[in-house]
């Protein structure tokens, strides 16, 4: 079953702009991840935040995380058209990661 | 740096057919897992190996069979396939033997069973 769910399905930006995903879980996490896929290529890891950060970057990447929430969201600022991709939660429960559904994100030129 | 390397890249079988997905990593990690990964829904683990010598079940690990041949690879057979395990399938591994540290991704294996 799935732990993650991202929000929304998928959303198409103008490049230049800021991208926003969301990811809500059910139970408790000792930390979350967020990996992006590109078409016909296997999952990339992007970041980690643990249980007791709540926001870490990564360049132009910016995660945050409300365990009181039960939510994360992944903000990528300056989209450029190579952010193209589809993104993904996962959460850690029971020891496994549980991956969502993702994000699917379109950057226009 | 190949990291994740899967072989093949893509397969087609007829039901009840039988075949085994080979994956190797280069990373010197100690765990290694498979997934798979079908429209709409996220990736489900299938099974999962901390160390050579040793696999656990996963979410799915119905129909499937899997090897830890040494550190480096770990396979995954379908001894009897069946249309719902046409999916594409993937491969990773990660530094330490726990399983919520991130992971290196192969490129897949798409596989369509007719």
Redesign the interface.
Known sequence: ??Q?EEDPQALSIQEGENATMNCSYKTSI??L?WYRQNS??????LI?IRSNEREKHSGRLRVTLDTSKKSSSLLITASRAADTASY?C?T?EG????????TRLTVKP | NAG?TQTPKFQVLKTGQSMTLQCAQDMNHNSMYW?RQDP??????IY?SASEGTTDK??VPNGYNVSRLNKREFSLRLESAAPSQTSVY?C?SSETG???Q???????TRLSIL
């Open positions: 079953s799935q993650g000792n930390n991840q016909g290529r296997g999952l990339v890891h980690l993904f996962a850690d020891g496994d990661m549980r991956f969502g559904a993702g | 994740v997934y709409g829904m996220g990736l489900r683990l999962y996963g979410e993937f990773a726990r399983r919520n991130p992971q290196h991704f192969g490129d897949g």
